[in-house]
């Protein structure tokens, strides 16, 4: 249920511009690993060419080799779709379909992928939203929209109908940036418990949050604006937070940056 | 000697002493209003001037300025600027609404004298000019069928075309499509009906009519979904827009394919706002007296084929009866214009029920 993720010479361009030059990571099954970084240091852009959202945008393409458990995501004969099922993604923002019930949000990855058996949905919203601990508070009104629920509750449902498709990987692009402290550590118990099943690759600001919930951390970073994002340091949680071998995580997570 | 200044403490001049203020009382500028009406009316009869209209503007221009004065006096220049704006925009706003009861008191009132049984249950087919019945049967049919080909027609093409527009389209190809599509707004509804005939009437009805050309309410519905197509295109398009775009990633991040993105999740979204365009444009298109004339011909009978022969339509029929030399047919034309404005008005409020319907409530 979960894979491991190869970056060789990762670079990334909106146009002509260069976001990231040549990043080479490795991503370990089962574990949560947190990109932090300054803005605008490409964290974020890595996450996104992981499963194929960076192509999205008009103009943007992606250089290097990206692998999940050996298989290149970028091969001309690979499937967009197919990547994207199993590499989930949670937004900044809560970004739950508004047309949409709360149980409808839940399985659309499954319904908009040809899932119709009912029985098969039922089961399969109960079991996301258990798992993102959502469950005890929708349960009696899973036939209301999804937008009418709170910002905290609404980014959970994104995660349970992430979940709710099986991916091996869940890249979640600063999950908790719009949230309140205590929806906050909801999700952060949650990473704790997905760690079992999923890999996870979290994109954060709070350098607090990503020494609590990761066992390894990516440092981006940039010379300057306009120049593109490389990684610094990539080491165990740990290590980055008590002794990096580098001057500007230091720097950077001592709050002496820039 | 010198003269030392003490320096006076004072606040600074935005900072006033008390948070409250004069009013003008409650009663202040309805009263002005009376009393500005009741002056005005004074001055244009007594000097024999006009008439009630001319009272009513006069009686404003006197409001706007008594309660300028008073509201300056008592209240301060920005609070009787405030009011004077107030009142002008209330004024517009009853300006712009005047016209509308208006159209719609005269169609109630002069409309409803041939509201009955005859009117909706037959045509004008044998019916002279000194026939008092005679009805619009055949012109609803034609109005009814027209509209719905030309529906059907613009809905699919005007909705997969802004569909284009906005999640493929790139570069200069879709950039000319948008300009033509502007373009195609400002075509007088006449010259549809010109290149209908010229293209659809003279040249392709034909083939299908043993090789003579005829009129049909089909070549009436293609005019009306020519003049329909710009109106559906830029109101989806715009609709389209409006539907952020982490909705469309949201679907892409669980490996929705482009295609049923659109349709399930793009579409419904901005589902509200492309039907108003859309029953924006099929009400223009049930107006449209032109191309209904030149391609269809009109005709007094009731022709439920819209394929062959003439037929008629509301907004024609109302054209044909109000120029019509007997003293029966300017009824039966208020009559047809009220049928129309209510059949809009159904059809609107029908469908925005529907695309409500599909929104779950709050």
């Known amino acids: 249920m979960a894979k491991r993720i190869d970056a060789t010479d990762v670079t990334a361009y909106y146009g002509g511009f260069k976001a990231i030059e040549n990043i080479n990571l490795t991503v370990e099954p089962k ?7 300054p803005s605008g240091c490409g964290k974020s852009t890595f996450l996104r060419s992981i499963n194929r959202m960076h192509e999205v945008l008009p103009g943007a393409r992606v ?44 399985v659309a990855g499954l319904r908009l992928n040809g899932v119709r058996k009912k029985s098969i949905l039922d089961e399969a919203a109960e079991r996301a939203l258990r798992s993102a601990n959502l469950w005890d508070e929708v349960k009696d009104r899973l036939g209301k929209p999804g937008a ?12 349970a109908r992430t979940i709710a498709v099986e991916p091996q990987v869940v890249l979640m692009d600063e999950p908790c940036s719009a949230l309140d402290p205590i929806s906050t550590l909801a999700i952060e118990d949650l990473m704790f418990q997905l760690k079992d099943k999923f890999t996870i690759i979290i994109v954060t ?3 607090q949050q990503a020494a609590r919930v990761s066992d390894r951390t990516a440092f981006f970073s940039i010379e300057k604006t306009g120049d593109p994002g490389r990684l610094i340091e990539y080491d165990n949680t740990q290590k980055i937070f008590s002794n990096p071998s580098q001057k500007k995580t230091e720097d950077y997570i001592t709050g002496r940056f820039g | 000697m010198t003269t030392t200044l003490t320096p006076r403490r004072s606040r600074p001049p935005a900072q006033p002493d008390s948070l409250r203020a004069r009013r003008l009382p409650g009663y202040a500028a309805p009263a002005l209003a009376v009393l500005a009406l009741l002056l005005s009316a004074g001055i244009v009869y007594g000097v024999d001037l006009g008439g009630p209209v001319l009272v009513v503007v006069f009686g404003v221009l006197l409001y706007l300025a008594g309660l300028f004065t008073a509201a300056n006096a008592v209240e301060g220049r920005r609070s009787a600027r405030n009011r004077v704006w ?42 002279g000019a000194r026939d008092a019945n005679g009805g619009a049967y055949h012109a609803i049919v034609g109005t009814l069928q027209q509209v719905g ?28 499509i948008r300009f033509f599509v502007d373009v195609m707004t400002g075509i007088p509804s006449i010259v549809t009906g010109l290149f209908v005939l010229a293209f659809w009437v003279l040249i392709v009805s034909p083939w299908f009519n043993d090789g003579r050309p005829s009129f049909s309410g089909f070549a009436a519905a293609l005019a009306l979904s020519v003049l329909m197509l710009p109106t559906v295109v830029r109101s989806t398009e715009e609709m389209l827009r409006l539907v952020p775009p982490p909705l469309r990633e949201g679907a892409y991040a669980l490996g929705v394919p482009k295609w049923k993105t659109i349709l399930r999740v793009v579409l419904p979204t901005a589902l509200p706002g492309i039907v108003t365009g859309i029953m924006l444009s099929i009400a223009r298109a049930a107006g449209e007296t032109a191309p209904v004339l ?4 009109g005709g007094a009978a009731i022709n439920f084929n819209p394929f062959e022969n003439n037929q008629s339509s509301l907004a024609l029929f109302v054209y044909q009866q109000a120029g019509e030399a007997s003293k029966y047919s300017p009824a039966r034309a208020w009559t ?9 008005l159904v059809l609107t409020v029908a469908a925005k029920l529907l695309a409500r319907r599909n929104r779950l409530g709050r």
């Not at chain 1, 574990?31 to 970084?37: P, Q, W």
């Not at chain 1, 009418?148 to 995660?159: H, M, P, T, Y």
């Not at chain 2, 005047?98 to 249950?121: E, I, M, N």
């Open chain 2, 149 to 176: 080909i030309a529906t059907a027609i613009t809905v699919p093409l005007g909705v997969l075309c802004a569909i284009y527009i906005v999640e493929y389209g790139r570069g200069r190809f879709a950039f000319a």
């Open chain 1, 148 to 159: 009418g629920l709170s910002g905290g509750q609404q980014q959970r449902l994104c995660i």
């Open chain 1, 205 to 207: 600001h709070n350098m």
């Open chain 2, 336 to 344: 047809a214009a009220l049928t129309l404005v209510v059949l809009v």
């Open chain 1, 63 to 106: 250089e290097g080799s990206l692998t999940i458990d050996g298989q290149d995501v970028y091969h001309r004969d690979v499937d967009v779709t197919a990547v994207r099922r199993m590499i989930g993604m949670v937004f900044q923002r809560p970004n739950p379909f508004p047309t949409m019930s709360i149980f409808e949000n839940v």
């Open chain 1, 31 to 37: 574990t949560v690993t947190a990109l932090i970084g």
């Open chain 2, 294 to 297: 030149l391609v269809a011909g």
């Open chain 2, 86 to 127: 107030s009142a002008l925009i209330h004024s517009a706003l009853v300006l712009a609404v005047l016209p509308l009861a208006s159209v719609v008191w005269t169609l109630v009132s002069k409309g409803t004298a041939r509201l009955d049984g005859d009117f909706f249950g037959s045509s004008m087919n044998n019916i």
